[in-house]
C-alpha cells in the first residue's frame, strides 16, 4: 500500500514463514558483498547475536538477526528502517551485537532511496502518518499501542514510546530471558552486562512515559 514505506509489513511475512536460522535482508540495489559471507555468520549458529554488516555508509543498515531474537523479543522492528531499532539495541544492549568487520561480511551499497522519497510512492517514510491520506501507516508514530505493537490510527490508545520501550522493557525482557536460557549466550559475551540509562532516541524522546507507566502497562515480565 505504501510502497518503499511497506517495506515492515513485507519483513514481517518473510519471518512468519522463514525456516532458516538468521534472517537477512538486503536492498535490491547492492552492488557487490563479500565471497563466502555465510561462513562468518555461521560461528554464530546457536547464539542470541544480532549482526551488523560493514558497508560504506551506515554500520546498521544491513543487519542479521536470528530467528530466535524474532520469536522471543515478538517482532523484529517498530520504525519504518530496520537500521533505527538495530542501532536502539546497540546503544541499550551493545553485548547483544557483534559488528562484523569490512573482511568478515562487506555490503557494497550507495544509499539512493531518500527515505522512500526518491523511490516507489516516493512517499518519505519517517512521519508519513501525519500526511494527508497516509494516516493509517503504522510505521511512523513515535508511540505504540497499549499492547505494545504499532498503531494504525491516532483514535488508538497511546502507549509506549517505542525507543523507551526498546530500552526499559524488551531489553530487560530479553536479558530475564537470556538468563533463564544460557545456552543461548554467546561464549564470548561479557558476564555483566551494563544497564544503559534511556537518553531518547534518533530524536524522539517524550515527556509522557515513565516507571509507572512501564509497571501499569504490564509488558515487563517477571
Not at 537500521?83 to 559488528?99: G, R, S
Not at 510512492?121 to 503504522?138: A, F, K, R, S, W
Request: aromatic share 14%.
Amino acid at each position: 500500500m505504501w510502497g518503499y514505506c511497506s517495506a515492515p509489513d513485507m519483513h514481517k511475512e518473510i519471518y512468519e514463514e522463514m525456516k532458516g536460522e538468521f534472517l537477512f535482508i538486503l536492498n535490491d540495489d547492492i552492488t557487490d558483498i563479500t565471497k563466502g559471507w555465510d561462513s562468518a555468520i555461521r560461528s554464530f549458529s546457536g547464539t542470541m547475536t544480532l549482526l551488523s554488516t560493514s558497508n560504506d555508509k551506515n554500520i546498521f543498515d544491513f543487519g542479521i538477526y536470528p530467528k530466535k531474537f524474532i520469536e522471543v523479543n515478538g517482532r523484529l522492528q517498530y520504525s519504518c528502517f530496520m537500521n533505527w531499532d538495530l542501532q536502539a539495541w546497540y546503544k541499550y544492549f551493545p553485548e547483544l551485537i557483534v559488528c562484523l568487520s569490512q573482511e568478515d561480511l562487506y555490503v557494497a551499497h550507495t544509499p539512493s532511496a531518500g527515505y522512500g522519497g526518491a523511490v516507489s510512492l516516493g512517499l518519505h517514510c519517517e512521519g508519513l502518518h501525519t500526511q494527508p491520506g497516509q494516516y493509517e501507516y503504522p510505521w511512523s508514530r513515535l508511540h505504540l499501542d497499549i499492547d505494545g505493537e504499532v498503531r494504525s490510527s491516532d483514535v488508538q490508545p497511546k502507549g509506549l514510546n517505542k525507543w523507551y520501550k526498546i530500552c526499559k522493557v524488551d531489553v530487560p525482557n530479553l536479558k530475564k530471558w537470556l538468563r533463564k536460557n544460557t545456552e543461548w549466550i554467546r561464549s564470548d559475551m561479557p558476564e555483566e552486562w551494563v544497564e544503559v540509562d534511556y537518553a531518547g532516541s534518533l530524536n524522539a524522546g517524550c515527556d509522557c512515559c515513565d516507571e509507572k507507566k512501564i509497571k501499569e502497562s504490564g509488558l515487563l515480565r517477571s
